[in-house]
């Protein structure tokens, strides 16, 4: 079975910065896209980032230019650099890894257990 482990989640202040990282592991082949969703108090879940193996990024417009979605396919894992970090930023931050080819499943999406990011002074 494919797990996702997300580490990296705190408290920092505004204007600081954090960085998140997500390993995927299990008999995984590739995995075609990886990416950050968010979910704040009474907020719906909403895209944060994405990142394909070959490097094609989509930010959310509200992370533009403060963050940066990268990966290392070699360990199945995507990073989260966070800069410039606002309040709003508050979130529990999910990680999410989809078109998964392992030794049992092509296809599958699977997502990790989520890590608290708190931005507060």
């Known amino acids: 079975q494919v797990q996702l482990v997300e580490t990296g989640g705190g408290l920092v202040q505004p204007g600081g910065s954090l960085r998140l990282s997500c390993a995927a592991s299990?008999?995984?082949?590739?995995?075609?896209?990886m990416g950050w969703y968010r979910q704040a108090p009474g907020k719906q879940r909403e895209l944060v980032a994405t990142i394909t193996s070959g490097g094609s990024t989509n930010y959310a417009d509200a992370v533009k230019g403060r963050f940066t979605i990268s990966r290392d396919n070699a360990k199945n894992t995507v990073y989260l650099q966070m800069n410039s970090l606002k309040p709003e930023d508050t979130a529990v931050y999910y990680c999410n890894a989809e078109g998964l080819i392992t030794i049992m499943t092509i296809g599958s999406n699977y997502w990790g257990q989520g890590t608290q990011v708190t931005v507060s002074s």
């Open positions: 299990g008999s995984i082949f590739s995995i075609y896209t």
